[in-house]
């Protein structure tokens, strides 16, 4: 549990060498502390995923509230933070996702390969690469220039490669790039390794496309090719997709050997794809604990982030097939006006509907995406309340976003909505400033902070 004053906690935070001054607290919330924390890097770095929670965070949240041997359950697992993190204190780690990006991301980042068995399976791969990738000679002409269409064309019907159906596709990828990284695709399906193996290769390359396309790399609101990213290409940007995939997947292999050190192969893992207000059905078990970090409102669009990846993963094949799983995303800035959620509106307790009315008098469709939010939370802890065992702690991980100039308490919203099945506990924060956690929207939905709130199930 957090101790000690906030200057006493502060201090410590900068003989870490975190760059923290000693910021009040909120009032009522006690500073957490978490600067003795020697956070393993594990696999956390094999996939950028936007805004997930900081690792040194969760592990102290995880010795806290947990004792070896339980099980912890994350319904917003995103690329698998809070299961990594598990794994290395010796809990069972579940965890859930609406993104199939993010569920498979999360999955081979938890899974424990053995380094040396992974290492051949990567030479009988590098093997197939080396014979596929274009010189340096090449890609130094490619600078300023790109195929002709015809060759493009030619090129992948001639070698039998596959592209995904990105709508715009060569708005997002250069010709050569949408051919090289086919290529780099067609060996890993057909390299002949194991099948875990393989799915440690598609994430690699898909660490790499963001990189590789021509949309900015950086943001995490959405998907967009920036003035920057246009002025880089003007400058001649080198996109060399397999020198990409070769630094990344070195990389991921030193990660996996951290990781097969620091986890034990007497602690289980699973993960599974799920929409969060329907978890009930999916689990047999009651977890001892959750520990989550909810989508915020209205800041990081996590279905436009992925659009790229989920192409070239295959895990949607059309538009169509990818604007069906669009509903079930929670924090989204717009919502169908004919959603369920907003027939709900009476369900608005007093906090809400104040923000509710303060959001709608500027904007209606905004409100309407307040609404969705908050409702889906609740459906949420309602399910949650069914899921976590008696006396088990329910921990989420918040930040309060600004709105037109005025913060909405993410943290009071979340304490009014939780209902009698919890009663509070805790109440924590500590700042965000670094440039990989902290971030704003042009909505000014800008996040420094975060909250942490403990409850624990049972009447309150």
């Known amino acids: 549990m957090p101790n000690g004053s906030t200057k006493a906690q502060a201090n410590g935070s900068e003989r870490q060498g975190y760059p923290w001054s000693s910021d009040q607290p909120p009032p009522g919330y006690q500073r957490l502390d978490f600067a003795a924390v020697n956070a393993p890097r594990l696999t956390h770095q094999l996939f950028r995923f936007p805004a997930k929670f900081h690792s040194p965070v969760v592990h102290t949240l995880i010795r806290a509230y947990t004792t070896a041997g339980q099980t912890i359950f994350d319904p917003f697992c995103g690329s698998g933070t809070l299961l990594l993190a598990a794994m290395a204190e010796r809990r069972h780690a579940v965890g859930s996702d609406v993104d199939p990006v993010a569920v498979f991301a999360a999955a081979v980042?938890?899974?424990r390969f053995r380094p040396g068995h992974l290492r051949a399976s990567w030479a009988l791969l590098l093997s197939?690469?080396?014979?596929?990738?274009?010189?340096?000679?090449?890609?130094?002409?490619?600078?300023?220039n790109d195929i002709e269409q015809n060759e493009y064309e030619n090129g992948l019907s001639k070698e039998g490669l596959w592209k995904p159906a990105i709508p715009n596709l060569l708005h997002w990828f250069r010709r050569y790039v949408v051919v090289d990284l086919a290529r780099i695709l067609d060996r890993i399906s057909n390299v002949d390794v194991p099948e875990t193996h393989r799915k440690f290769f598609r994430l690699t390359f898909a660490s790499i496309i963001r990189k590789a396309s021509n949309a900015d790399p950086i943001p995490v609101s959405g998907l967009e090719v920036t003035s920057y990213m246009r002025k880089l290409d003007a400058a001649g940007r080198v996109i060399n997709p397999f020198d990409l995939y070769l630094k990344a997947t070195e990389k991921a292999m030193d990660a996996v050997e951290s990781y097969w050190q620091a986890s034990s192969p007497k602690t289980r893992v699973s993960v599974f794809q799920a929409d969060a207000t329907a978890l009930s059905s999916r689990l047999m078990n009651q977890?001892?604990?959750v520990i989550t970090s909810p989508p915020y409102h209205n800041a990081v669009d996590y279905y436009r982030r992925h659009q790229l990846e989920m192409f070239w993963l295959g895990f949607t094949n059309t538009h169509a097939e990818r604007l069906a799983l669009l509903p079930k995303y929670i924090g989204r800035p717009?919502?169908?006006k004919e959603d369920p959620l907003?027939?709900?509106r009476d369900e608005l307790e007093q906090l809400s509907r104040h923000w509710y009315k303060k959001i709608q008098a500027v904007s209606g469709g905004r409100a309407d995406a307040f609404v969705h939010y908050v409702l889906s939370m609740k459906d949420v802890i309602n399910q949650l309340a069914t899921i976590v065992r008696e006396d088990g702690p329910l921990i989420f991980v918040l930040g309060h976003s600004d709105w037109n100039g005025s913060k909405i308490p993410t943290s009071d919203l979340f304490m009014e909505i939780v209902g009698e099945s919890f009663r509070l506990?805790?109440?924590?924060?500590?700042?965000?400033?670094?440039?990989?956690?902290?971030?704003?929207r042009h909505n000014g939905a800008d996040i420094d902070q975060e909250y942490v709130l403990v409850f624990r199930r049972g009447n309150r």
Request: glycine share 4%; no cysteine.
């Open 425 to 440: 506990e805790d109440k924590l924060w500590y700042p965000v400033k670094n440039r990989y956690m902290s971030y704003g």
């Open 334 to 336: 717009r919502v169908r």
């Open 109 to 111: 980042k938890a899974h």
């Open 128 to 144: 197939l690469l080396e014979s596929a990738a274009r010189s340096p000679d090449d890609y130094d002409d490619l600078r300023l």
């Open 287 to 289: 977890m001892d604990a």
């Open 342 to 344: 907003l027939g709900r």
